[in-house]
């Protein structure tokens, strides 16, 4: 049987990311810096490395940090699913620059969760796992109290669907992802209700 936290193992690494896609709410590098820390804290990932197709054992640790993440394209590494499950898992920097805000993206592949037996499809209409999206949402909880954000979003694939000012600072009624809106200090979380 093939273990979900083998990075040889490709198909671990296939099929699409659940993902906690966090806008950062700017395009400095400190402040991307400061999520990333948080949130790699907050999941309690095992390691950090820059290459997927080896194991950890079999390559040198890189740092957590805004330049590994420019040097690798993504950072890897392991966590532990709410089922105790050990899976891979990674993060990527989408950079703004002059015309929005960077964001960050944690994610598990869908591979991964496969192999991990964790139900992420039981028939409603959106691909979804109400296990992921209630862990993702305290792993972007922790986060914010750590290093603001402008918002999160959660599901599979979520990168980029919409952003703080498409939001308004208001949550929709009817969500097919979750959102982790902040209102001042205070982080809203709205799960997905269809």
């Given amino acids: ?34 999520v990333l820390s948080a949130l790699w804290c907050a999941a309690d990932v095992h390691g950090c490395f820059g290459q997927s197709d080896r194991e950890p054992e079999e390559q040198d640790p890189v740092p957590c940090t805004v330049g590994s993440l420019a040097k690798f394209g993504h950072l890897h590494g392991q966590v532990r699913l709410p089922t105790g499950r050990l899976v891979v898992c990674g993060c990527v920097a989408i950079r ?42 305290a792993i972007g909880t922790e986060t914010f109290q750590s290093a603001s954000f402008s918002l999160g979003v959660i599901g599979f694939e979520v990168s ?4 703080a000012s498409t939001l ?23 799960a997905a209700n269809t």
């Fill in 168 to 190: 308004a600072g208001r949550l929709p009624q009817t969500r097919h992802i979750g959102y982790l809106l902040p209102q001042g200090s205070v982080l809203h979380y709205g």
């Fill in 1 to 34: 049987m093939t273990s979900p936290a083998a990075f040889r193992d490709q198909t671990n690494w296939s099929d699409g990311y659940y993902e906690l896609a966090i806008e950062v709410g700017s395009s400095d590098d400190a402040e991307l810096q400061a």
């Fill in 96 to 137: 703004g620059g002059d015309e929005s805000g960077d964001w960050l993206d944690f994610y598990v592949p869908v591979g991964a969760l496969g192999h991990a037996g964790l139900a992420y499809w039981d028939g409603r209409p959106f691909f979804r796992s109400d296990v992921m999206d209630e862990w993702l949402a």
């Fill in 160 to 163: 980029g669907c919409t952003d």
